[in-house]
């Protein structure tokens, strides 16, 4: 009992501290109050939305922001680097003038809000908006991916720290426009970016050349269609310029994902990988990164993965094109899929079944195998191969039974004899699937909510090396994003 009461008084206490017993019940259903300077902050933007109305003499729009982490129409951000997020973006759409596209920011000035800076852009949209520090003065500058029309970008970076004027006043007239306009740091093209439906702008936010500062990589498909590059943009010397640019895959005709991650080796170099279609449709995985090149006294842009020969990156996947780059063994560097096709036997298609060895790249141009898997997309899962069972397997498949998909690993023994089965692996959906279970005799490798994963062995001349234990330790599921991120 003495325990009993002395889990339940702190809650109690809690409740008398937050005042909910002394509220009358009408009041516990009340939404919840807007902080206390929110009205002189609506205040403001109301302000500037009539000052925009009466000049240009049609009603502004408030402009979405398409993708990205900052995607509210009014975003809070610490853009001076003290650790309180005192200003206010918001974005207007101006029909039907020059520069439609506008971005106010706005500051706290005692209890009020006054606009501090202004960008300015064309276009249909404001696709992206990220916040960073770009030339090392602590404050963060913008950097925006304005969508001209549908496939066509231009990315921009602007900083506000060369403004030191308040506008106290509804913002009317070019003239006061142009007193708080930010410093447009870079104005540049960059292609789109297209896997499915997932679409966006070709950029990524890294520090390249680990000065601390943030850079910026484009990557643009050639005009001709044909080709394509990666350009890093950067401050260096008190100002903002390109800090090289390296060519992509001969070929590429479109982009298909952009990440940028590590390389292997002391102190994690930066490096990004960008994945791009052929114009045959096969895919190609370019990395770069900073490279120091012998005869240079600083580090250059370089394809670590190019084939110089070829014109084209080692890391081609043809045939099977749905493997990316991702960190498979969680130790901080991304790897990059090679898929080999599988053996078949009888009337089985090879391209069903490819087994994945995934390769990391250091700084050098290194590259190193780190392990081989068989993935599942289909079923959301993968296993981890021992390195044994190279050029000894094929894998087949059996849905017949309703509510269970089976993959079925077997002993290779060449095309003119039947392979012979050691080990199969189940997902279970049926709402009998515990009874399947275990009129099955699987033993559970993973039970998730809406799935059970489920295996058994087979008597084979071969031994698998592998046990119910070890097994486990080498399955997993594929995990929501894994392809994107």
Not at 318 to 339: F, H, K, M, R
Request: overall charge negative; glycine content about 10%; aromatic content about 10%.
């Amino acid at each position: 009992m003495k325990k009993l009461c002395r889990l339940l008084l702190p809650g109690a206490l809690l409740l008398l501290l937050t005042g909910c017993l002394f509220r009358p019940p009408a009041d516990l259903y009340k939404p919840p109050e807007a902080p206390p300077d929110y009205a002189q902050l609506k205040a403001a933007i109301s302000e500037v939305r009539s000052g925009l109305e009466a000049e240009f003499q049609t009603t502004p729009d408030a402009a979405s922001i398409v993708s990205g982490d900052n995607t509210a129409t009014i975003q809070l951000q610490d853009l001076d680097g003290d650790g309180l997020r005192e200003s206010a973006v918001t974005f207007f759409k101006v029909p039907g003038i020059e520069r439609p596209l506008k971005i106010y920011i706005f500051s706290q000035v005692g209890e009020d809000y006054a606009v501090t800076g202004l960008v300015e852009g064309d276009g249909a949209a404001i696709y992206s908006v990220d916040y960073v520090d770009l030339n090392g003065s602590g404050s963060r500058e913008l950097v925006v991916c304005w969508q001209i029309s549908t496939g066509v970008y231009q990315l921009g970076a602007y900083t506000l720290d060369e403004l030191d004027g308040v506008q106290k006043v509804t913002v009317t007239g070019s003239a006061d426009r142009s007193t708080l306009l930010a410093t447009q740091m870079l104005l540049t093209s960059c292609s789109m970016v297209t896997d499915g439906s997932n679409v966006s702008g070709g950029y990524c936010l890294l520090d390249f050349d680990q000065d601390t500062r943030t850079e910026i990589a484009v990557a643009r498909i050639d005009s001709s269609g044909l080709g394509g590059l990666v350009e890093v943009y950067g401050w260096r010397e008190g100002s903002f310029d390109s800090l090289g640019s390296v060519g992509l895959s001969s070929g590429i005709v479109s982009l298909n994902r952009l990440r940028s991650n590590c390389l292997k080796g002391e102190l994690y170099p930066p490096a990004l990988y960008i994945t791009g279609t052929l114009d045959g449709g096969s895919r190609v995985i370019d990395v770069t990164a900073y490279q120091q090149v012998e005869g240079k006294t600083e580090k250059q842009l370089v394809n670590l993965s190019l084939d110089r020969e070829t014109g084209v990156s080692r890391e081609l996947l043809q045939g099977y094109t749905d493997a990316a780059p991702t960190d498979i063994n969680e130790d901080y560097v991304l790897e990059v899929p090679s898929p080999t096709a599988l053996p078949s036997f009888g009337d089985a298609p090879a391209a069903n079944f490819w087994l994945i060895d995934w390769n990391q790249y250091d700084a050098d141009g290194g590259r190193t195998q780190v392990m081989t898997t068989y993935h599942n997309q289909s079923d959301g899962w993968y296993l981890e191969l021992p390195e044994d069972w190279r050029d000894k397997i094929t894998i087949s498949r059996n849905d017949q039974v309703s509510g269970q998909r089976e993959v079925i690993f077997s002993l290779w023994l060449g095309p003119d004899e039947s392979p012979q089965p050691f080990l199969s692996i189940y997902r279970l959906t049926g709402n009998n699937r515990a009874a399947a279970l275990a009129r099955g005799g699987y033993f559970v490798l993973r039970e998730e909510e809406s799935a059970i994963y489920a295996a058994r062995f087979y008597t084979c001349s071969w031994s698998c090396g592998l046990d119910e234990t070890s097994l486990r330790d080498r399955f997993k599921t594929i995990q929501t994003g894994w392809y994107y991120e």
